[in-house]
């Protein structure tokens, strides 16, 4: 049997705070800026990386299980459907539901934000389809 993977928030995506400091041991911000010293900021509470990776890490915890209740294959089968899932693509220009990737992960039986404010018909980007056809074959 292989232990499951941890429930509990690693540190790893934590890390020290450290502001270039100007002459006056106090960081300059005329020199560095503001977004420059937020882009090296970590993580504000443990839990925040726990919950950024939650669906990886639920992915680890079902492979885990599967693993040890049915074999190796099983994980690699889900996965081997995902790549081919991920390879579907619908002609440019015309958005995909992702419907067999979603139902692979267990999202589809999930609410999301991108559920609800990502209406196809408020797509800004349209195209010729045939110039984008040509742009994906490298014709153009």
Known sequence: NIPYPSVRPQPDGSQEIKLPEGPYGVPDVMLNGIQSSKA????????????????ENKQKMDFAMLRNTQGIHMPLR??????????????????????????????????????????????????D????????????
């Open 40 to 55: 090296k900021l970590g993580s504000v509470h443990p839990l925040e990386y726990s919950e950024k990776h939650w669906h």
């Open 129 to 140: 389809t045939h110039l984008l056809m040509d742009r994906r074959a490298g014709l153009l």
């Open 78 to 127: 889900l996965q081997m459907e995902k790549n081919v899932a991920q390879k579907i693509n619908r002609l440019p220009g015309m958005h995909s539901s992702n419907l067999m990737s979603d139902t692979l992960s267990g999202r589809d039986e999930m609410i999301d934000f991108e559920d609800i404010l990502n209406n196809p018909a408020d797509c800004e980007v349209m195209g």
